[in-house]
């Protein structure tokens, strides 16, 4: 049996090939029609250079309905897909490139447009082959590559297909990244699986996307596409009048967020909770009570439990990824026996299985759905002339969620500015992980270890962006 996640997909297409897969804002749509022979191509130039089955293939491209044909080509071949965030700096894709070692490193997925023997089979891979590497920040530091394999990827597809009720004449609504799980896997998976068509805009843009919602039946977002829509006074009813569903994840969604939705809409949104390791993990029902403040129910393929000592979730099932690439210490910290994986979270399960999440057991810090571990970007501060120490750390924001903020203790040899930290930090790192702010203080605040705590911090810049 053939588990290469591809197949399952083309097993679904429309007989119709005249059916659009992808509906950019601007060009021509990419017809279900086309995806086997631009795949088959794609795949061809890719084994042109070298590419074989098991080969790593990173990818650093804005998104296009061309990168999503460079994926689902990955795929086809038997390769293994290494997708990077394009707000990575020079540094950081240099050590993903040491890292992977990938056989080829591609920014512009179009110049695979060139003539080349087409790779016309679907590679056989086994469901625990590797079909992508996401790489997750750590908070000791350097970035890990959480290994998914194409059992992991349908897993988690065909189960959401079928609670998220998909069904004929569903239309997508996709202004997600495709760099991570949630825009790449969750959301392009369920429309290939059911041979709908996404409406594909390039970026979340509030006014772009709402002259798209009368189309669509499906939308998935972070918590902050939903604020920015909230703040659009032709966000009403009878503009949604054609949507069945809109799901949030990514990050958690604001008790606020979710009444004023559903007063201006009349739909309540459907939380559900996910990660990089494991794919969705749990979600609200489909039918039946969304709760606010929770992300519901595990899915019906995954267990869940909470350590009763620190209350953190753990988590297994066949979506849990196959553990962290060329790091089998960094795996063995992160499993419990019998496969449970732990998640750091912290959460709370009621008596029937729904689960709540409280907050992190790590620093992590999720901002517009994005994470930034605090290590990383502590580690560049401190190099900063004039700095003795530092210390960052995620409040409240009614946008991101949250926002990175940083604590700098001066040490005296140098004048620091909010402003020329920041400053300092563009190009270094990511834009998303900069902090938002800075704050100059004399000291930090410590436990009786010497340990700076955090959550002093936390309250006392909590209302920063309140």
Same mark, same amino acid.
């Given at each position: 049996m053939n588990a290469n996640i591809y197949k399952l997909f083309r097993e679904r297409f429309p007989e119709d090939g005249k059916t659009p897969f992808l509906i950019p804002t601007e060009g021509a749509p990419l017809l279900y029609g086309d995806l086997d022979r631009r795949t088959a191509r794609m795949a061809g130039r890719l084994c042109a250079h070298g590419v074989e089955k098991g080969g790593r293939v990173a990818a650093q491209v804005e998104k296009s309905p061309e990168a999503v044909l460079l994926y689902l080509a990955c795929l086809r071949l038997g390769a293994v897909y290494l997708p990077l965030n394009t707000a990575y700096t020079a540094d950081e894709v240099a050590y993903f490139l040491q890292d992977a070692e990938p056989r080829v490193f591609i920014r512009h997925p179009q110049e695979?447009?060139? #003539?080349? =023997?087409?790779?016309?089979?679907? $590679?056989?891979?086994? %469901? #625990?082959?590797? $079909?992508?590497?996401?790489?997750?920040?750590?908070?000791?530091?350097?970035? &890990?590559? $959480?290994?998914?394999s194409h059992g992991n990827l349908s897993s988690n597809a065909l189960t959401l297909h079928r609670i998220w009720g998909w069904r004929e004449g569903d239309m997508l609504l996709h202004a997600l990244p495709i760099h991570h799980v949630h825009g790449l896997f969750t959301a392009l998976h369920c429309a290939l699986l059911n041979g709908s068509s996404a409406l594909f805009a390039t970026k979340f843009d509030a006014a772009e996307v709402i002259p798209l919602l009368p189309q669509a039946t499906v939308m998935m977002g972070a918590p902050t596409y939903y604020a920015r829509l909230l703040e659009r006074p032709e966000l009403t009813p009878g503009l949604c009048?054609?949507?069945?569903?809109?799901?949030?994840?990514?990050?958690?969604?604001?008790? %606020?967020?979710?009444?004023?939705? &559903?007063?201006? @809409?009349?739909h309540e949104i459907? /939380?559900?909770?996910?990660?990089?390791?494991?794919?969705?993990? $749990?979600?609200?029902?489909?039918e039946g009570g969304r709760v606010a403040g929770t992300v519901g129910y595990p899915l019906p393929d995954v267990k869940a439990r909470v350590d009763a000592e620190t209350g953190v979730l753990e988590i !297994?099932?066949?979506?849990?990824?196959?553990?962290?690439?060329? !790091? =089998? /210490?960094?795996?063995?910290?992160?499993?419990?026996? +019998?496969?449970?994986?732990? @998640? +750091?979270?912290?959460? %709370?399960?009621?008596? #029937?299985?729904?689960?709540?999440?409280?907050?992190? !057991?790590? #620093?992590?810090?999720?901002? +517009?759905?994005?994470?930034i571990y605090p290590k990383e970007v502590e580690d560049r501060l401190d190099l900063l002339s004039g700095v003795k120490e530092s210390a960052v750390f995620g409040v409240a924001h009614p946008d991101l969620g949250e926002a990175a903020c940083a604590a700098i203790a001066p040490d005296g040899t140098a004048e620091i500015t909010e402003e020329a930290v920041r400053s300092a930090l563009d190009g270094k790192l990511a834009r998303f992980k900069i902090p938002k702010r800075v704050f100059l203080v004399d000291d930090m605040p410590r436990n009786a270890m010497g340990k700076t705590q955090k959550t002093k911090l936390r309250e006392r810049y909590g209302g920063t962006f309140l």
């Open positions: 695979l447009n060139q #003539d080349a =023997p087409p790779f016309e089979d679907i $590679a056989v891979m086994k %469901e #625990d082959n590797l $079909a992508a590497i996401l790489y997750t920040s750590g908070t000791t530091g350097r970035s &890990k590559g $959480a290994m998914i009048a054609n949507m069945r569903l809109f799901i949030s994840g990514s990050a958690p969604l604001r008790l %606020e967020t979710f009444a004023a939705f &559903k007063t201006r @809409t009349g459907l /939380e559900r909770y996910g990660m990089t390791e494991a794919g969705m993990i $749990a979600s609200n029902p489909l !297994a099932g066949p979506n849990v990824f196959k553990g962290y690439w060329r !790091a =089998p /210490e960094k795996t063995d910290q992160a499993f419990r026996p +019998g496969g449970w994986f732990i @998640t +750091g979270d912290l959460a %709370e399960i009621s008596g #029937d299985g729904r689960i709540a999440i409280s907050g992190r !057991a790590t #620093d992590m810090i999720i901002s +517009g759905g994005l994470n």
